[in-house]
């Protein structure tokens, strides 16, 4: 994992290198912190997205889950309610979303590709009957909450450290996240040790639900306006996020930290280099393109290693056993 994890910092640091030759001010200090600001939104989708991963599963409605958040909670305050019930309104629908996913893969035993694919459906239907395909534009007092800072740091870094800091310390130091780790390496031998998956399972719905509302309000305050294509397809910029950190598509491998935050600020690095040197907007789906098929590329090379070292473990073991 931390070979990984080294792998996708390596490729950071070549994309500043790359992006800072060309423009001038691609490494400027302001611009950097823009970077991470821009990425707060989905560093936080993409570590939810992780712990879906690590039980070798995917959510694929996180996209949708954020548009149906800001949708709501777009209207509650374009109708006068104040910031914090919008908020509130916006993380119940976070977890309704992952409750759903959770019921349908967990305790319906349905593909997570599958299950929460047509809850992608669901939540782009449902955002746009919501807003009546129209943009909602909101008031200013909210989109400032982008801009406004706390000792110096911008409130979606912030609202970012946050959220990646729960996730870590439950992944890395809670018994709920051995149990991840567990079930994603191998689910039968998780059962024979006495783990309820269907439990570990949805929960790692459910907090990538609501990691993926949380995200959806913080691009909200950035963006100040809901579009009918908000949210659209970055359950892929997740995925690739979390895989360029190192977390395996397979299960059991993977963090939030250093891995996925490094791959976020990469795929967000090479979106505002692009834009820094002027490259044809055309080419923008296709460098996403190159992103996903190598990140999945990496993992399946990756993952084909550790099969090979694991089952020469086996057999070095067998041997000194016969002896």
């Given at each position: 994992m931390l070979r990984a994890a080294g792998n996708g910092a390596i490729t950071f640091a070549l994309v500043l290198i790359v992006f800072g030759s060309i423009s001038r001010h691609f490494l400027d200090s302001s611009n950097l912190i823009n970077i991470v600001v821009q990425s707060s939104s989905l560093a936080i989708v993409a570590v939810g997205m992780t712990c879906t991963l690590l039980t070798a599963g995917i959510d694929l409605s996180v996209?949708?889950?954020?548009?149906?958040?800001?949708?709501?909670?777009?209207?509650?305050?374009?109708?006068?309610?104040?910031?914090?019930?919008?908020?509130?309104?916006?993380?119940?629908?976070?977890?309704?979303?992952?409750?759903?996913?959770?019921?349908?893969?967990?305790?319906?035993?349905?593909?997570p590709f599958i299950a929460t694919l047509a809850t992608l459906f669901l939540g782009r239907g449902l955002a746009l009957l919501i807003t009546q395909t129209r943009s909602l534009n909101l008031p200013d007092g909210f989109v400032q909450f982008g801009s406004r800072r706390i000792l110096f740091v911008p409130l979606p870094i912030l609202a970012m450290v946050l959220a990646i800091g729960t996730i870590h310390f439950i992944l890395s130091r809670t018994s709920l996240g051995r149990q991840i780790y567990a079930v994603g390496h191998s689910p039968s031998a998780a059962r024979v040790a006495g783990i309820n998956t269907r439990r570990v399972l949805a929960s790692s719905y459910v907090i990538c639900g609501l990691c993926a509302a949380i995200g959806g309000v913080v691009a909200l305050s950035l963006l100040g306006t809901v579009s009918q294509t908000f949210g659209s397809q970055r359950e892929f910029s997740a995925v690739s996020a979390a895989v360029l950190g190192g977390t395996s598509l397979f299960g059991g491998r993977g963090k939030v930290f250093p891995g996925t935050v490094i791959g976020a600020l990469l795929i967000q690095a090479v979106e505002n280099g692009l834009v820094l040197v002027n490259a044809d907007p055309y080419i923008y789906p296709l460098v996403t393109a190159v992103v996903i098929f190598s990140t999945v590329l990496i993992d399946s090379l990756r993952h084909e290693r550790f099969l090979k070292a694991s089952r020469r473990k086996i057999r070095l073991e067998d041997v000194s056993l016969a002896s």
């Open positions: 996209g949708s889950t954020m548009f149906v958040a800001a949708a709501v909670a777009g209207k509650l305050l374009l109708d006068g309610s104040p910031a914090s019930l919008a908020v509130v309104a916006a993380l119940g629908v976070g977890l309704a979303f992952g409750l759903t996913n959770a019921v349908l893969v967990a305790y319906f035993s349905m593909q």
